[in-house]
């Protein structure tokens, strides 16, 4: 019995590991639209906010302000600049508020830390508790006490001295 539930802790952990570790590499696989302009441009498009619209990337909104950009981002493309440049241009003229995708430095540090440290303290927070709940001592019945459980339910009365 007690081995079953070790294994299927044990299994359960295996799991939990592999959706974590599968979340993450989702989350860090590189995206790239392939190596032609074109294709860099949707790449690029889909990091950037519509300046206009709530919540929509540049690759999304068909607004002229997000057609305009994305333009932009292919004609700078064509023009030679590299992706970095091409961020670089659209954060000094919109803010770092442009950018779906927060960088990892500075505020974005933090943007991104947050999550993952909430996780890691509720999953510490867990194996704390497992852990007590495991120390914690199992109380175990007296003679006494199993005497008079098994008076109550067989219907005798205690011998109290008493007269009914």
């Known amino acids: ?4 539930r070790a294994a299927r802790q044990r299994i ?10 599968g979340a993450v590499a989702f989350a ?9 302009v074109a294709g860099r441009t949707r790449a690029l498009a889909r990091e950037f906010r519509c300046v206009d619209c709530e919540g929509l990337s540049v ?11 994305r333009v932009e981002i292919r004609r700078r493309l064509e023009a030679g600049e590299s992706e970095a440049e091409v961020r670089a241009y659209f954060v ?5 508020s442009v950018l779906l995708k927060p960088q990892g430095t500075g505020i974005g540090l933090i943007v991104w830390a947050l999550p993952v440290a909430a996780v890691v ?3 510490a927070g867990i194996v704390v508790a497992v852990r ?20 109550a339910l067989g ?8 007269d009914t």
């Open 28 to 36: 860090l696989w590189p995206r790239t639209g392939g190596d032609s």
């Open 121 to 123: 303290l509720a999953g």
């Open 92 to 96: 000094d003229l919109y803010g770092e």
């Open 12 to 21: 359960a952990w295996i799991l939990l590991a592999v959706v974590v570790l």
């Open 59 to 69: 690759a999304d909104s068909q607004t002229a302000s997000a057609r305009a950009a």
């Open 155 to 162: 219907g005798e009365d205690a011998d109290d001295g008493h």
């Open 132 to 151: 007590r709940g495991r120390r914690t001592p199992r109380l175990r019945a007296t003679e006494d006490d199993e005497a008079l459980v098994a008076r």
């Open 1 to 4: 019995m007690a081995d079953a």
